[in-house]
């Protein structure tokens, strides 16, 4: 009796120090959500209006580009997948990993190799342990990502999508303001990780899609799947205004197109890593609000069961004494 007791009292004692650690963490991610909720709404607007200008100057201006053009026989896609450096967020990664097996299948029945480029440790162990190690593999930031962290993973994503459309057109010379870019992940500071296969030659991608996770709000978080390049005209329930602005450029329309491309692109990782980044915090709050509660419920369980087993053991050594009494008593009369 007196070893469950010990047994009960030392698993209560472990329980509550895991109860600790875990209220520490949703009050670290609940502080976190409103920072991220802001950031995100900051962000927002200059992602939606680089996006209708883009898709404006692309639709409306008669531009026959080949980095907006769809191609007929395209057979790679890239694809950026978002998840987080650490576990301990419910849903979050496996739902948005889910999402990407969704995306790859549908892309592979299609006819279509996908690259994966991952963000997140998540990501890059879930593929790597499947035998689909990404192409490149950004870590290290995922809960508060950077613009420079975006660039970096959108400059790997243009490289790619340049070099496919000078194979569809047979050009050799690519667009002066992607050929400069390099396909490197983030390096040095706030322990960004710099893997071997940035370093590789750029293999060229016919589309580039995201996967990511978007905050709806602090209880709704959906995985989401678009397609970044070859642009793709989004349907919104704003009223479409009647007459469209007609644009004129200097010096051409392809090289202002050129120029908004990898500004477009960039902006559109970084939105998805900002949602990705509230989506998050918001999963590991709530995840570690559940382990909490568990952690108490389990706690009064365990107590109950140590207050019966000691009273158990009262009552043993109660009857225990009486009977001795007793068996003394017997023995005196005799």
Known sequence: MAAQIRVLRRRIRSVTSTKKITRAMELIAASRIVKAQQRVQ???????????????IA??????SPLTRERPDASRAALLVITSDRGLAGAYNSGALRASEELVSRLRGEGKQVDLYAIGRKAVGFYTFRGRPPVAAYTGFSEQPTYADAKHAADALIAAFVAGAEEASGDDAAPAPARERDAQ???GEGGREEPAAAREPVRPVDEIHLVYTEYVSALTQRPRAVRVLPLVVEESDE???????????EPSGEAVLEALLPRYVESRVYAALLQSAASESASRRRAMKAATDNADELIKSLTRAANA??????????SEIVGGADALAATAES
């Open 42 to 56: 900051a962000a927002t607007p200059y992602a939606e209006e680089i996006t209708r200008v883009v898709t404006a």
């Open 185 to 187: 992940t983030s390096g």
């Open 309 to 318: 087993a000691r009273q158990a053991e009262i009552t043993q050594e109660i």
């Open 239 to 249: 009223p479409r205004p009647a007459n469209l602005p007609s644009y004129e450029f």
């Open 59 to 64: 639709s409306t201006s008669g531009i026959d």
